[in-house]
């Protein structure tokens, strides 16, 4: 193999396209397959499909290198020597388990093509078994071939620094070989003393959902505790500034809100649970259920308190809610917890309308029924409650006695507690947030 491999990435959605223009910004020659060919387009012209800070500008200038290529045919990677896995692994239709036919239909779609001594790299997250599966299925149908895992941690929003610049890389292989190859891959990373596991195929699959669901964890565990400060009468945002401090917890991911969303948490701890089930271990996993029960309860508390701000019947008012994406510096709507609230209101007769930096076309396909504005004055306007549900800087930024003008009553909930809660109420603002009683 020698000096930089050549590399392939199969599945060019969120993760695919990143991984492909980082690995190109690297020096290495890069083939990205999709079986969609408007994305391959699309990709191939330097554009991206979806929203992510920094990618655009990045794959644009990869492309123009000629080191990277995307195509829909898959016979394209039999020169390759390291391909990815990064397709996506969706939450079934008739359970919690993990959907693998796009993992399995993508192994099998390489194997034909895969030449001698060539790496098979998975990425996506997959339930623990998977990769041991697949490697077995290569060794029929490729046996001059090899499978790793090595999984991704990318946060929407930073994902290219997450790519170039990770905290660490984790490796799952079964040989001294794979695990060379994987090092000449990352040389460049691994120059810049990113720690480095190898693990065994299982541990490998099982670092990503330990790491979502410990942090799903912290995110429903604040919440628990802005439910108990709801109870006493104390305030939520003291009490996690205060317990942040012991660097044992650490401040991040302690904000209390209408909690966790996107297209990894909820999801991988659901699959998580069902695996554990598969496994004869479901009750060491308990526990996620009630933290996916406090997460979405979050959301119905937000319902609860606009019904009881406003009243019971909603028909008569219009609700103005900032934020659609499940987390700000993205355009991701999956299982988003402000637009699942803003749904939930337009059910109750509300008259909801909506703003999002970047994601009202992605909220506009999947709610075509909603009301959404481009600009936070037009949404505000004769607003009888404000909604802060996605943390956007554009929200921390703006001025309650400008937005005061516009609205027919000045009442704000902010579900976040991101806004200044002193600036608004001088401002003559009725102001609400979860976890903070007055």
């Not at 192994?107 to 078994?129: E, F, H, Q, R």
Request: charged content about 25%.
């Amino acid at each position: 193999m020698g000096m930089n491999p050549t590399l392939s990435v199969i599945g060019c959605g969120y993760l695919g396209a990143t991984h492909a223009a980082c690995m190109s910004s690297l020096g290495f020659t890069v083939i990205g397959v999709d079986t969609d060919p408007e994305k391959v387009a699309m990709l191939s012209r330097g554009e991206l499909p979806f929203y992510e800070p920094g990618l655009d500008t990045l794959l644009a200038q990869e492309i123009k290198t000629g080191r990277l290529t995307f195509t829909t045919d898959f016979s394209a990677i039999a020169d390759t020597d390291v391909h990815f896995i990064c397709v996506g692994t969706p939450q079934s239709a008739e359970s919690f388990a993990a959907d693998l036919t796009y993992v399995k239909s993508a192994v099998a779609g390489i194997a034909p093509y895969l030449k001698d001594g060539a790496l098979v790299v998975g990425k996506s997250t997959v339930p623990v078994g998977t990769a041991q599966g697949l490697r077995d299925e290569l060794k029929k149908s490729a046996p001059q071939a090899d499978l790793a895992w090595n999984p991704e941690f990318l946060r929407e929003g930073f994902a290219v620094e997450d790519t170039l610049k990770p905290n660490r890389l984790v490796v799952g292989v079964t040989s001294d070989r794979a695990e060379e190859i994987l090092k000449e891959v990352y040389k460049p990373l691994l120059a810049l003393n990113t720690p480095w596991i190898r693990a065994d195929l299982a541990t490998s699959e099982l670092v990503k959902v330990a790491a979502n669901s410990f942090l799903a964890t912290k995110i429903s565990f604040i919440n628990a505790m802005a439910e108990i400060c709801e109870a006493a009468g104390g305030d939520v945002t003291v009490l996690a500034k205060a317990i942040g401090y012991d660097p044992r917890i650490g401040s991040r991911f302690l904000q209390a809100g209408i909690g966790f969303g996107g297209g990894c948490l909820p999801k991988d701890i659901r699959a998580f649970m069902a695996r554990a089930e598969e496994l004869g271990a479901k009750s060491a996993v308990e526990f996620l259920h009630e933290i996916d029960a406090i997460n979405l309860r979050a959301r119905q508390r937000v319902i609860d308190v606009v019904r009881n701000d406003l009243s019971a019947d909603l028909t008569q008012y219009k609700i103005a809610v900032l934020g659609a994406t499940f987390k700000p510096d993205s355009d991701d709507v999956r299982d988003s917890p402000a637009l699942d609230i803003a749904v939930e209101l337009h059910a109750a007769g509300a008259n909801v309308v909506i703003h999002d930096p970047k994601g009202i076309e992605p909220a506009r396909k999947r709610f075509p029924n909603l009301n959404f504005s481009e600009t936070i004055a037009e949404c505000v306007k004769e607003a009888d409650l404000i909604l802060h549900l996605t943390e956007w800087k554009e929200y921390r930024a703006l001025d309650p006695s400008i937005i005061g003008q516009l609205v027919k009553n000045k009442m704000i909930i902010d579900g976040r507690n991101a806004l200044d809660r002193e600036l608004w109420r001088s401002a003559g603002w009725k102001f609400h947030a979860l976890g903070r009683t007055d």
